[in-house]
């Protein structure tokens, strides 16, 4: 309770941060807005519908992780718990990437600069690269010494550390992925953003159900070590299988950011 409680306030205390640093910027509006029909909404549900079906996909995506997790013995739960947060920690290194595409390549696309928005693109792709070595490296890094800040188990601190460089690849594949996702959401592209969520959660239920019926009720060092670098791989192969199909989109000859004469 003292975990959530905790979470939630600094949740408020960092919304009202930004609150205030949009007001002070004069960024929000002096008075609420009035809703005159539906039609002044489609801004809005342009990007709001799309991005709460990605959301859901991802959702669903460590739901079932944690599903998975749970057959392989307490052990390996405890130890699922400290990975995750781990990645979900180390992973926010790459949302600045997702939300610089978002904010730099919009306007060039619609001026039809594509040669200047492939650049930054790739130049962002770039950083992207550097930034998942370092994030990865520093989640295994914190998976295999810092285990003790998070449990005192030896067992559970076994498994943390075995599964170290399989976290570092989930934290790198995530940090690109901040990237890629922020450059199909610049280029407005939601049909196949949806789609390929989609996809991506289908593809990663079946692995996580073969998952389990290898690893589950077998032996809990096994299934603690193992078991569970399974289960964190389906999350790679997730992440990496997007990345290739987005990258692939984008990049095409007839893709967003494909360099046309005279652009």
């Known amino acids: 309770a003292g975990a959530a409680a905790s979470t939630s306030l600094a949740t408020l205390?960092?919304?009202a941060l930004m609150v205030r640093a949009l007001w002070r910027k004069g960024l929000l509006?002096?008075?609420w807005p009035r809703v005159t029909s539906l039609e002044s909404l489609r801004p809005l549900s342009e990007y709001a519908g799309?991005?709460?079906?990605?959301i859901g996909c991802r959702v669903l995506c460590l739901a079932s992780m944690a599903l998975a997790a749970a057959p392989l013995g307490t052990?390996?739960?405890a130890a699922y718990q400290v990975l995750i947060n781990l990645l979900s920690l180390f992973g926010?290194?790459?949302e600045p990437l997702g939300?610089?595409?978002q904010a730099t390549l919009p306007?060039?696309?619609e001026k039809g600069s594509t040669r200047a928005a492939r650049g930054d693109f790739l130049s962002l792709l770039s950083v992207g690269l550097v930034v998942a070595v370092l994030a990865g490296g520093a989640a295994a890094l914190t998976a295999y010494y810092g285990g003790p800040l998070f449990s005192l188990d030896p067992a559970v601190l076994a498994a943390v550390r075995s599964n170290a460089p399989v976290l570092m690849l989930v934290v790198s594949a995530l940090v690109i992925a901040y990237a890629v996702d922020g450059a199909v959401l610049a280029a407005r592209d939601f049909r196949f953003l949806i789609l390929s969520s989609l996809a991506g959660l289908l593809l990663q239920l079946?692995?996580?159900v073969l998952v389990v019926r290898t690893f589950g009720g077998g032996h809990a060092s096994l299934a603690s070590t193992r078991g569970l670098a399974a289960v964190f791989l389906t999350l790679a192969v997730r992440l990496l299988s997007l990345d290739s199909f987005c990258l692939v989109r984008l990049l095409r000859s007839s893709g967003p950011y494909s360099v046309r004469e005279g652009n």
């Open 13 to 15: 205390v960092g919304c």
């Open 29 to 31: 509006p002096r008075r």
């Open 50 to 54: 799309p991005l709460s079906i990605v």
């Open 75 to 77: 052990t390996a739960l």
């Open 92 to 94: 926010l290194f790459g």
């Open 99 to 101: 939300q610089t595409a």
């Open 107 to 109: 306007p060039l696309l």
């Open 206 to 208: 079946p692995m996580l």
